[in-house]
Structures are given as structure tokens and as C-alpha cells.
């Protein structure tokens, strides 16, 4: 059964304090590898996709890393705005299976 | 372009009644997966269709039930409602299954007393 574990399960930082979130991961057939944002009574809005090893995108103060086990959303100098809850997502040959998420707080 | 749109937002049901969600996916997308979160569970995969068809299905009840429209227009009905079913409900469309991220409705907030 595919899994995806997520670490740490809250970070509160400073504003422009970086750091990164991690989301390990077992599965059949990797097809994809999505990082989402969510707001509080909000559906997930969607950030990255990666498909292999090495691959890496950026978005404004976001950046997600893929390796064969696990994936990284790096954090560079955040804003009061970058507040809400991180989650991985993993497709496998039958479904998308998500992480429990990590909340985020960024302290002004 | 308008985003997946679910209806109704919130609902208030009886234990034991039954209940219909609505979602009307991207224009285009034909992929329309549904997913249950709760704070103890996280997000967890109801089904998935693809052009009318159920593709995938999670590890729900068999009370649990969907359909797609040949408009790519998705329902999922409960029947029996029992308490643990209050739960934020969430629809997704994507252009097709497989690797395609998806992306979410606003979800429709089902709280059964």
C-alpha cells in the first residue's frame, strides 16, 4: 500500500527564517509526486508536480526537490502569508494518496 | 477560466438520512476524484471517474457512492448517514487520471447530528 509520511507535523518561524519541509514515501509505480497548500476551510490549492529524481521546481519563495525516497518543499525568507498547511501527495498506479500535511506558521 | 465549483457548501443531516454533493469540474477536465478529510484522517480517497466511468475506488462503505455525468459533472451520494461521516468533502478534476495534478473544489462541509 502506498504511504506518505510527513515531518515535521508543525514548524513556527520567523519571518525570513528558511527552512524545509519533508515528505517521505513508499509506492508502487511512482507516476507523480504534488505538494498543495491549504487554508484553513479551503480546498488544497496546488503548487508542484514531480515526476523523477533530480527534478526540482521553484515558485516565488517555494522550492520542491524530488529524490527516489522522499521530497522536499524548501522555505526561503517567508512571509506572515505563507501561513497554512503543506501537503504531499503521491500517484501511484491506482491513486493519489496524501500526507497528514505540516502546519506552518510564520511569526511577523 | 472558473475553478471546480461543489454545492452545496455546508449541510446539516440526521443520522440515519441520506444526502447528494455536487461538483462541476474545470471546463475540459474529465477527471473528477472525491476525497473525505477529516482532522484525524487527514485526506483520504473516496473514487475516481474518468469520461462516466469509476476508475478507482478507496476503502469507504459500500454507503458511499458516486457517478460522473457525460458533462464530466460529478455526484456523490451517502445513504445511512452515521455520525462519523461529518467531514469536509472535497472534489478535485483534473484533464485525465494517471500522473495529471488535480486540483480541488472548495468542498462541501456535511455535518450529521
Known amino acids: 500500500e502506498d504511504q506518505v509520511t510527513q515531518s515535521p507535523e508543525a514548524l513556527r518561524l520567523q519571518e525570513g527564517e528558511s527552512s524545509s519541509l519533508n515528505c517521505s514515501y513508499t509506492v508502487s509505480g511512482l507516476r507523480g509526486l504534488f505538494w498543495y497548500r491549504q487554508d484553513p476551510g479551503k480546498g488544497p490549492e496546488f503548487l508542484f508536480t514531480l515526476y523523477s529524481a533530480g527534478e526540482e521546481k521553484e515558485k516565488e519563495r517555494l522550492k520542491a526537490t524530488l529524490t527516489k525516497k522522499e521530497s522536499f518543499l524548501h522555505i526561503t525568507a517567508p512571509k506572515p502569508e505563507d501561513s497554512a498547511t503543506y501537503l504531499c501527495?503521491?500517484?501511484?498506479?491506482?491513486?493519489?494518496?496524501f500526507g497528514t500535511g505540516t502546519r506552518l506558521t510564520i511569526i511577523p | 477560466k472558473a475553478g471546480v465549483t461543489q454545492t452545496p457548501r455546508y449541510l446539516i443531516k440526521t443520522r440515519g438520512q441520506q444526502v447528494t454533493l455536487s461538483c462541476s469540474p474545470i471546463?475540459?477536465?474529465?477527471?473528477v476524484s472525491w476525497y473525505q478529510q477529516t482532522p484525524g484522517q487527514g485526506l483520504q480517497f473516496l473514487f475516481e471517474?474518468?469520461?462516466?466511468?469509476?476508475?478507482n475506488k478507496g476503502n469507504f462503505p459500500g454507503r458511499f457512492s458516486g457517478r460522473q455525468f457525460s458533462n464530466s459533472r460529478s455526484e456523490m451520494n451517502v445513504s445511512t448517514l452515521e455520525l462519523g461521516d461529518s467531514a469536509l468533502y472535497l472534489c478535485a478534476s483534473s484533464i485525465r487520471t494517471d500522473k495529471y495534478e488535480q486540483y480541488f473544489g472548495p468542498g462541501t462541509r456535511l455535518t450529521v447530528t
Open positions: 471546463s475540459g477536465h474529465r477527471s
Open positions: 501527495a503521491v500517484r501511484g498506479n491506482e491513486k493519489l494518496t
Open positions: 471517474y474518468f469520461s462516466e466511468t469509476q476508475r
